[in-house]
Structure formats: C-alpha cells, structure tokens
C-alpha cells in the first residue's frame, strides 16, 4: 500500500492517523508514534499558554539571553520545559538540543532510542504582538547502543538522517504538519475537542511562485547576487511577503508557491537561522512536499553539522524559485572565478 495515501479522510485525528502509518510497518515498534504524540501534547499545551500570555502575565521578556545570545522571552523559556518534560515523560527520547539550550539535554531515559533537536518557539520576538509563532522538530534515531550513555554523534546527524520532521504553527489556527518520510500532511488544532484533525492530506507545494519573503532591511549587508535576484522578483512584479516568524512564512509559501530566504550578510557571514533545529526539519518536509531547500549551494539534509548551534543560509520553497536564485549565486561565483583567472594569469 502506498503509504502517502492512506485514504484516511480529513477530519481523521492525528491520533488515528499515527496509529494506521504504524500497522502499515509490521516491525514498527510504536515509540516513534508515541513520541509524536507526546509532542502533540506538548504544542496543544504551549498553545494554551499563547493563546492566553496577554493576561497571565507571561508575554515579554525572561531576563536572560540564551547561548547565542538572543533575549529570551517568557514563553521561549516556557515552550523549552514543557517539551522537554513531555519528551523526558514519554520515554523515547534519549537526548534533546534545544535553541535555548546550550549543552546537549541527556534526559537519563538511556533505553530510548530516539533523539530530538527543537526550537520549542520560533519568531518569539512576534509574540507580544500576536503575530504567528512555532515550533520546529527533527526525530533522529540514535547511533550509539540504547542502553549506554548518549554522544554527540547521535545529536550531530546530517539532516538526511531525519526520520520524523515538523512544526507547529500557533497562526489564526494551531496546525501541526509532519513527515516520516511519506509524504506530508498537516492537522488542526480544534480547541474545544482539544484534538488535532487531519486537514491538509498529501501536501505537495506549487512547483513555481509569486512570493518572495527575505528581511529586505538587510539589503546593504545582502552578497550582490541576492540583491540581484530580488530586484528580479520585483520585476517580475512578484508580492513581497515576510512576517519575521519563519514556520510562518515558510508555511504560506509552501501551501501557495514561492521562496524564503536568509542568506549570508555581512553581518551574520553564516547566516542566522541554525541548521539542526531550524533549517533540516523543513528542507525534510519541503522536499517532501516537491520543494528545495538549499544554503545556495548544496542541499541542506547534506550538509555536515559540526555543532549544535551551527548557522547555515536558508534557500528554500518552490524548486523553480529556488533553483533560480541559486543560478544567480552560481553565475556570481563563476564570473568570480573568470576574474581571478584572468587577475593571475
Ligand atoms: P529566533 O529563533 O530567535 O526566533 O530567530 C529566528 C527568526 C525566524 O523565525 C525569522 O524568520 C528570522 O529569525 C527573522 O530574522 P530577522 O529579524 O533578522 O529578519
Ligand atoms: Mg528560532
């Protein structure tokens, strides 16, 4: 049976819905199932408290910066214990790294078998503005034997090696969208039945766009190849669309068609956005969904993590789109490459 489509109908509870993925693998054990669950749970929790910061009082910022330093808000520091205390309760997951964390979090479950890299809510700074905000996940399995202490091998994982990927989206609905592998289908959140519903089946993103969302403010500090291929999408009279929340902008782009892009800078010469808890859980899901996900060169699943807060440029969305800002990057290095020939010749 093709497992993209279980012929499972909108409305299917994600709990269901994980349970017939499981029956089609006859040697899956469940605790991958059970550990999406347990982040379910998690993101309908972190959803509770969004949806009411404003009058608990916990909007605003923590009082500390966390290891790259950023400020940390209230509800990073809240999103990052309630899934780490759902990940420690379940018992699947040996080890977690987190945005807000620095080290590697050993959770003492030494047979689980899976670990987790997470930023437990993107876009914070959008928080006390009630603008969309996330919550982004990968699943690897662990590479040292379950029983023993974990490594920094089975953290530090090229993003192929993915076995679950995904968000949560606290937008004008909560949505959880995820992969294993098969394809990608979102759920959402129905508050008053507490339940994820199946809506979005089978995602598959527009192989072309007309939205092009990148931080144009940075402009000045953009390599001369991005700049040119925004100057191309604006005349190509292109819509500019950038909430500054990035599950955000890479959900709409994914569901209608374009490219979200954080490039190099002068002032951020690897990027921003961190390869292991940012940008490996959506280059799975996009490829997933017909997309690409590039840092403007290679593939992000391929390239290789050397630590755990590693930046990386982010190319990603519909494969026309990207491909295309990636020629210009191309043509950039080639003409580069032609002068220097010529200056040493
Ligand atoms: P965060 O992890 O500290 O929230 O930062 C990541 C966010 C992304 O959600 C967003 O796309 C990007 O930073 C916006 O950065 P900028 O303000 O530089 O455009
Ligand atoms: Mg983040």
Redesign the pocket.
């Known amino acids: 049976m093709d497992s993209n489509n279980l012929g499972l109908p909108v409305g299917t509870t994600l709990d269901r819905f994980i349970k017939r993925k499981q029956d089609d693998f006859p040697y899956a054990t469940g605790e991958l199932s059970q550990l999406l669950r347990d982040i379910a749970l998690a993101g309908k929790i972190i959803n509770r408290e969004i949806s009411r910061s404003g009058l608990l009082g916990i909007g605003g910022a923590f009082g500390a910066t966390n290891v790259q330093g ?1 400020e940390q808000q209230k509800l990073d520091v809240i999103a990052d214990i309630r899934f780490t205390r759902a990940l420690r309760n379940g018992g699947e997951v040996c080890a977690i790294i987190s ?1 807000e964390e620095e080290k590697i979090i050993d959770l003492g479950n030494h047979s689980g078998r899976y670990v987790v890299a997470m ?1 437990p809510l ?4 959008n928080i006390d503005v009630n603008v969309s905000i996330g919550t982004i996940f990968s699943v690897f399995r662990r590479i040292s034997p379950v029983g023993g202490p974990i490594t920094e091998e089975d953290v530090l994982q090229k993003g192929t090696e993915q076995v679950a990927a995904g968000y949560i989206l606290y937008g004008s609905s909560t949505m959880l969208v995820y992969t294993t592998g098969h394809g990608v289908n979102g759920f959402t959140y129905e508050p008053s039945l507490g339940e994820f519903f199946l809506s979005h089946q089978n995602i598959t993103t527009p192989k072309d766009g007309k939205i092009f969302s990148i ?1 144009e403010g ?1 402009w000045d500090l953009f390599d001369q190849p991005i700049r040119d291929y925004v100057q191309e999408c604006k005349e190509c009279q292109f819509s500019g669309r950038y909430i ?3 599950v955000a ?1 890479f959900h709409r782009n994914l569901l209608k068609g374009g490219i979200y892009i ?1 490039p190099r800078s002068t002032k951020s010469p690897k990027g ?2 961190r390869l292991m808890y ?1 940008c490996n859980a959506l280059a799975f899901i996009v490829e997933q969904a017909g997309g690409m996900a590039t840092d403007g060169h290679r593939r992000i699943l391929e390239v290789e993590p050397t630590e755990l807060h590693q930046r990386v440029p982010l190319f990603i969305g519909s494969p026309k789109m990207v491909e295309k800002a990636m020629e210009f990057v191309r043509n950039d290095a080639i003409s580069k490459g032609k002068k220097t020939q010529m200056k040493t010749a």
């Not at 993107?122 to 700074?125: A, N, Y």
Request: net charge negative; proline share 0%.
């Open positions: 950023e945005e930023d993107d876009g914070s700074s931080n940075s500054g929340s990035l902008d954080y921003k956005l940012e």
